[in-house]
């Protein structure tokens, strides 16, 4: 006789979002237990130390937290960008490049014009020219995906190291001193080119334009008809040309929507926190945005919270490696950790795990 499983899964049909979010609470509660296990294990340190050193190292100061604040609107940004195109089943892995070749555009235009127009142009152009940058980096593989059907995901790898190597030729005739092999500080002395303050912050405007992109990508995804193409042509190409949608363009569209908004992340970048251009301008925010837009379901208000979790473990990380010595990796270890237990409580979400109790049939 075959032996029925012990446990039955099933799918479930929803979850309220309260009890979503207590399945997320538990997660993480697990996850910092099994975390506070491995660094005693590992280093022979009391884990509240820890949690407070890394704590600290984000929150710590005034300064800290502005830069945790700075950093973590660099980070949602380009997740604001990649959401349209993953939901959309179109696998954007090129987030690095088009930050790079829209930092690129905002970085010559600082060198060149800057000093020869008004301030409130420039960085107008400087704007638009990134996006555009961006646009154009990904709308390259969108264009040859929709004609040949070509492997997106390769492709827009590729081009990461394509826009490096032309950061690299352009540092060449950029670089300041001579010599350097670096761009440094864009105009330091006159600040052109520079987002100004707002509300007394430096990064006052990066606050702004980044939470307004919050806000028009949920209603845009959410409310629109182009957002609802989306989610039907990342359901079904099949069931969207039924439906009489052009997937071709709808494919195009939306990745010259999610290129031009990694492009204006390299714009903050560039004109708003360093005010240079270098190969590591993207410092890998590309990839780590992949993880933040996709925990959140694509939902940007939810993405504010992961981005904040993201940096301020990186935050974190920084701290525990100058107070204790260690290697920066060992924060790493713990947002590991941390995220493989979040990850795995969206298993609970969608699927019910029950006891198999077998109904006797009535004789």
């Not at 997740?79 to 490049?97: C, D, H, Y």
Request: positive net charge; glycine residues 10%; contains cysteine.
């Amino acid at each position: 006789m075959n032996k029925e499983p012990v446990l039955r899964m099933s799918k479930r049909e929803s979850m309220s979002p309260g009890k979503m979010l207590m399945v997320y609470a538990i997660a993480l509660l697990m996850a910092l237990v099994v975390c506070a296990g491995v660094i005693f294990l590992l280093v022979r340190m009391n884990p509240i130390d820890v949690y407070k050193a890394i704590f600290d190292g984000a929150l710590g100061s005034k300064r800290r937290i502005w830069i945790t604040i700075r950093d973590t609107l660099v980070l949602l940004c380009i997740a604001i960008g990649l959401a349209p195109a993953f939901k959309m089943r179109f696998w954007n892995i090129g987030a690095e490049g088009q930050i790079l070749i829209g930092g690129m555009v905002s970085a010559a235009m600082m060198i060149y014009i800057a000093d020869k127009l008004p301030q409130p142009l420039v960085l107008i152009l400087m704007f638009a020219g990134s996006a555009v940058g961006g646009m154009v980096w990904g709308l390259i593989p969108t264009w040859f995906k929709a004609k040949w059907k070509t492997n997106e995901t390769l492709f827009t790898l590729m081009l990461n190291y394509v826009a490096m190597q032309i950061v690299t030729y352009c540092i060449i005739y950029w670089e300041n001193p001579k010599g350097s092999n670096t761009v440094g500080i864009i105009n330091q002395q006159t600040r052109a080119g520079w987002l100004p303050k707002l509300f007394g912050n430096d990064y006052g405007w990066n606050l702004v334009i980044v939470l307004l992109l919050v806000v028009l990508m949920y209603i845009y995804l959410k409310y629109s008809k182009q957002g609802y193409e989306v989610a039907v042509v990342g359901e079904s190409e099949r069931t969207a040309r039924y439906a009489g949608i052009s997937v071709k363009r709808v494919l195009l569209r939306t990745m010259g929507i999610s290129g031009a908004i990694c492009g204006i992340a390299g714009f903050i970048i560039v004109s708003g926190c360093s005010h240079t251009i270098s190969t590591a301008t993207a410092g890998g925010r590309g990839f780590t945005a992949i993880i933040v837009a996709w925990m959140s379901k694509f939902n940007t208000f939810v993405m504010i919270a992961v981005a904040f979790g993201m940096t301020f473990m990186e935050k974190g990380a920084i701290q525990i490696a100058s107070q204790y010595g260690l290697n920066e990796n060992a924060s790493d270890v713990i947002l590991g950790i941390i995220l493989f237990f979040l990850i795995g409580a969206e298993f609970f979400i969608k699927y019910k795990v029950e006891w198999n109790h077998r109904k006797e049939e009535s004789r």
